[in-house]
């Protein structure tokens, strides 16, 4: 970690994590102010929340801390939250309703048969990079399980793939010059103030949902764009807009994190060849606690906001209602009162209570056994493959503080039994 920096000095904005996570700054915030106030310069500030026990409790009180007025940073007027409102931006009841109607596919059970297709996935993602020597990992091999497994279940052609990757890309990086078709914070993203990441790539995923839709309402597959047209919620299908950006979130929020996971598994692995030694000693340890350190050393998403409806406090902290809350999950990763060591990467490590999914309650990510599944499945099938993996060139870090991503890791591997 690097020095401490003083309260007053704390930087949470996006230039704040182009180099890295600042975990020196969530451990002062986790020591001297668990609740403290941020004076975001992007708009009105926020209560950020660092303490693992809190990040719980927050989260699990939905009457108190809504997801209604926005689940991100940015400030949302009448308008733009009914156009942009997604299941992200609900409460229950009618968050349960829709996490309801694309559920069946993520539970564990139905996660659990999807391994063998999982593996065979895999395999013809590893088959296809590892002969190529030197490459980029996050083109190569981070980004290909999530998107294709996504496209299955969405029953997009896999052909496709490239392009809901890259739709993808340029929402989520809003914030980034390399992605970014309009930065969030330019004027001109005022034009696009009512769609998702005030970004024109959603125009786009949004024409193609529907003509997929319009497919699906002639002839329905088992798939869930299907549930998404013919299946209806209190005796109503969804809307136009309701279709938009249900699909939307399941585009983004299917491909990226798990994406992001892997890359920093593997650059952990890198990092720490110790611990990449205990998962060629014991491969079982991989599967069984490996991937949970994986998931919790990345932190793929660093945060969700709440807005509080009531006038409230918490840790003694009086909390006015309307003031947003925001809840820093890769800080609550690091939490000391809860993780032993916790700057260390342990592929051992357990119990390992990571709040990479959420904090809990009904907005617990609907795609966590699949996701950590992928991750169980690809460090399964490659590290057997690989004798050596080392990183040569800079890892490129994307310019936002929401997501923990990686752009770029060029490497060179040998594989088993090659010179």
């Given at each position: 970690?690097?020095?401490?920096?003083?309260?007053?000095?704390?930087?949470?904005?996006?230039?704040?994590?182009?180099?890295?996570?600042?975990?020196?700054?969530?451990?002062?915030?986790?020591?001297?102010?668990p609740?403290?106030?941020?004076?975001?310069?992007g708009?009105?500030?926020?209560?950020?929340?660092?303490?693992?026990?809190?990040?719980?409790?927050?989260?699990?009180d939905?009457?108190?801390?809504?997801s209604?007025?926005?689940?991100?940073?940015?400030?949302?007027?009448?308008?733009?939250?009914?156009?942009?409102?997604?299941?992200?931006?609900?409460?229950p009841?009618?968050h349960?309703?829709?996490?309801?109607?694309?559920?069946?596919?993520?539970?564990?059970?139905?996660?659990?048969?999807?391994?063998?297709?999982?593996?065979?996935?895999?395999r013809?993602?590893?088959?296809?990079?590892?002969?190529?020597?030197?490459?980029?990992?996050?083109?190569?091999?981070?980004?290909?399980?999530?998107?294709?497994?996504?496209?299955?279940?969405?029953?997009?052609?896999?052909?496709?793939?490239?392009?809901?990757?890259?739709?993808?890309?340029?929402?989520?990086?809003?914030?980034?010059?390399?992605?970014?078709?309009?930065?969030?914070?330019?004027?001109?993203?005022?034009?696009?103030r009512l769609?998702?990441?005030?970004?024109?790539?959603?125009?786009?995923?949004?024409?193609?949902g529907h003509?997929?839709?319009?497919?699906?309402?002639?002839?329905?597959?088992d798939?869930?764009?299907?549930?998404?047209?013919?299946?209806?919620i209190?005796g109503?299908?969804?809307?136009?807009?309701?279709?938009d950006?249900?699909?939307?979130?399941?585009?983004?929020a299917?491909?990226?994190?798990?994406?992001?996971?892997?890359?920093?598994?593997?650059?952990?692995?890198?990092?720490?060849?110790?611990?990449?030694?205990?998962?060629?000693?014991?491969?079982?340890?991989?599967?069984?606690?490996?991937?949970?350190?994986?998931?919790?050393?990345?932190?793929?998403?660093?945060?969700?906001?709440?807005?509080?409806?009531?006038d409230?406090?918490?840790?003694?902290?009086?909390?006015?209602?309307?003031?947003?809350?925001?809840?820093?999950?890769?800080?609550?990763?690091?939490?000391?009162?809860?993780?032993?060591a916790?700057?260390?990467?342990?592929v051992?490590?357990?119990?390992n209570?990571?709040?990479?999914?959420?904090?809990?309650?009904?907005?617990?990510c609907?795609?966590?056994?699949?996701?950590k599944?992928?991750?169980?499945?690809?460090?399964?099938?490659?590290?057997?493959?690989?004798?050596?993996?080392?990183?040569?060139?800079?890892?490129?870090?994307?310019?936002?503080?929401?997501?923990n991503?990686?752009?770029?890791?060029?490497?060179?591997?040998?594989?088993?039994g090659?010179?």
């Amino acid at each position: 970690m690097a020095p401490l920096p003083a309260l007053d000095e704390i930087d949470l904005g996006n230039d704040a994590f182009v180099e890295r996570i600042p975990h020196e700054t969530f451990a002062l915030l986790r020591r001297e102010a668990p609740v403290w106030w941020y004076d975001w310069p992007g708009g009105r500030g926020f209560w950020c929340v660092t303490r693992h026990s809190d990040v719980v409790s927050v989260s699990r009180d939905t009457k108190t801390f809504s997801s209604a007025q926005g689940a991100n940073l940015e400030d949302l007027d009448e308008e733009m939250m009914a156009a942009r409102r997604s299941m992200l931006e609900t409460d229950p009841p009618r968050h349960t309703r829709l996490r309801g109607l694309v559920g069946p596919p993520f539970t564990p059970r139905a996660v659990k048969a999807y391994e063998l297709a999982l593996r065979e996935l895999t395999r013809e993602i590893l088959d296809r990079a590892l002969p190529l020597g030197e490459f980029d990992f996050v083109e190569e091999i981070a980004k290909e399980l999530p998107i294709r497994v996504l496209a299955r279940l969405l029953g997009t052609p896999e052909s496709d793939t490239d392009r809901l990757i890259d739709w993808g890309d340029r929402m989520i990086a809003n914030t980034d010059p390399d992605y970014a078709d309009v930065l969030h914070d330019s004027p001109a993203s005022e034009a696009y103030r009512l769609v998702p990441f005030r970004s024109p790539a959603a125009l786009e995923l949004f024409e193609y949902g529907h003509a997929l839709a319009a497919e699906r309402r002639r002839e329905p597959r088992d798939d869930l764009v299907s549930k998404l047209v013919h299946t209806e919620i209190d005796g109503e299908r969804l809307t136009e807009r309701e279709f938009d950006t249900m699909f939307l979130l399941l585009v983004v929020a299917g491909n990226e994190t798990t994406r992001q996971a892997i890359a920093h598994g593997m650059l952990a692995l890198v990092e720490h060849p110790d611990q990449w030694e205990r998962l060629r000693g014991d491969p079982q340890l991989a599967w069984e606690r490996g991937a949970d350190e994986i998931l919790r050393w990345s932190s793929p998403v660093l945060h969700f906001r709440r807005t509080a409806t009531a006038d409230t406090e918490i840790r003694g902290q009086p909390i006015a209602a309307g003031d947003k809350v925001v809840v820093w999950y890769v800080s609550a990763n690091f939490d000391e009162e809860v993780f032993e060591a916790p700057e260390r990467f342990d592929v051992g490590r357990s119990p390992n209570r990571h709040l990479t999914f959420g904090g809990g309650g009904p907005h617990y990510c609907l795609g966590a056994h699949l996701a950590k599944l992928e991750v169980q499945v690809l460090f399964d099938e490659l590290l057997p493959r690989l004798a050596a993996l080392e990183v040569t060139g800079p890892v490129e870090r994307m310019r936002t503080n929401f997501t923990n991503a990686i752009k770029r890791m060029p490497v060179r591997v040998t594989a088993r039994g090659a010179r």
